[in-house]
């Protein structure tokens, strides 16, 4: 099953701006696409029993992005972090708000499966694999160019951005995520595997920017 082409072109009208700038780009489509087809990676690694709803997880990734486009700001007037609750809320508020023409039924599933995604311990497999997917993408190279753009749309540049990895190590941020960040052991470990690369990646710009003297 796979969502109506209906549907699916409504939400890449919906996502063609990328920001409340109106900036036009393909990077939320990609972006909804790719943690759909994680998900489709999980379904074949048997993490959860067979018959998962795909179509309404597959809505859930897009439903994500509407909610990026947004832009949580503190008090300084600098763009903010916003907590994975936060996140899956607003972005079932969105997805109702948005005219997609998606039945009442499947709006009502990925709403629920949105809802229950932040929670420790969440009734539905379908919200351990989203949440999963969406924990799996602040690690490894993907984490850091992550990182890249979040410190770009701040107005940081490479500085802040090691000096930030540095911390996070110091301040055993990775390993406290490694440990509470995922529902299923295969993906925490791939989540392992990716922070090895990020840390070798880290190691290298930290490298380069004391051979410049920074």
Known sequence: MSLDANVRQRLNQALAVVDEHGTAGSRLVDDATRLYARIGHFATMKLVAEGIDMDALELACFALQLQARRVKSLPTGRPGRTSLKERAEESAELLLGTDIGADEQLLDRTTRILHEMPHRSPML??????????????????????????????????????DNLQKREQYGYWEARLKDGFHFEPVRQIARKRLDNARHAAMLLAAEMKEDGA
Do not use: S
């Not at 993408?137 to 850091?144: H, R, V």
């Open 125 to 162: 497999d379908e919200a351990k694999l989203l949440a999963d997917a969406v924990n799996l993408d602040d690690f490894g190279i993907t984490g850091l160019v992550q990182q890249v753009i979040q410190a770009t749309r701040q107005g940081d540049g490479l500085t802040a951005m090691a």
